[in-house]
């Protein structure tokens, strides 16, 4: 249990930058926002999950493809519940124009009562700390991504950038 917290936090390790502290938390000139948004899910075991899913997110991408964000959703057991994060984006041009794979970790917070030992920490800490990867498709500013939710279902969604 604690190996796969120590390996989220080695994990982003890697995914700071040497001078994180000299970033400005959003540069107007250089960095973009993606508005995302989701509805359609899909769980291995459905019966165990109630309540329509959605998902609002925003995010920050930096010109070297780090990005942070704020994703306000409500999870498989119909709770209000957030998802903070930092990630990057790896741009797979070279295989296919437009296509882009994205790894985000941060802290979950909003599974509550009998759901609350669902996440990993989050009984003891009222939080939990996750990896969600993703695949996704953009033009222009538009895009449609395809997120893996731990070994339960995945999420997809579409977003603008801008």
Same mark, same amino acid.
């Not at 249990?1 to 936090?9: A, E, N, P, T």
């Not at 920050?60 to 990005?67: A, D, F, G, T, Y």
């Not at 917070?109 to 030992?117: A, L, S």
């Given at each position: ?14 995914l ?19 508005l ?13 999950y109630?309540? &329509?899913?959605?998902l %609002?997110?925003?995010e920050? /991408? ?6 942070y =964000?704020?994703? $306000? #959703? ?22 296919y ?11 979950i ?9 669902n ?6 800490? &009222?939080?939990?700390? %996750?990896?969600?990867?993703? /695949?996704?498709?953009?033009?222009n500013?538009? =895009?449609?991504? $395809? #997120? ?15």
């Open positions: 249990m604690h190996r796969l917290f120590i390996i989220s936090l080695l994990l982003t390790s890697f700071i930058p040497d001078k994180a502290s000299a970033w400005k938390l959003y540069d107007v000139e250089k960095d973009s926002l993606y995302w948004a989701g509805t359609y899910t899909h769980f291995n075991n459905k019966d165990t109630s309540g &329509g899913a959605w %609002v997110s925003l920050v /991408i930096k010109p070297n493809n780090h990005l =964000g704020l994703a $306000l #959703f409500n999870n498989s057991f119909d709770q209000f519940s957030q998802y903070l994060f930092y990630g990057k984006m790896f741009n797979l041009d070279s295989t124009p437009g296509l882009r794979a994205q790894l985000t970790a941060g802290l917070h909003g599974y509550k009562g009998e759901y609350k030992d996440l990993l920490l989050n009984e003891e800490l &009222g939080v939990a700390p %996750v990896i969600v990867p993703g /695949i996704g498709y953009q033009k500013q538009w =895009g449609v991504d $395809l #997120f893996l939710l731990g070994k339960q279902g995945v999420l997809l969604g579409v977003g603008y950038q801008f």
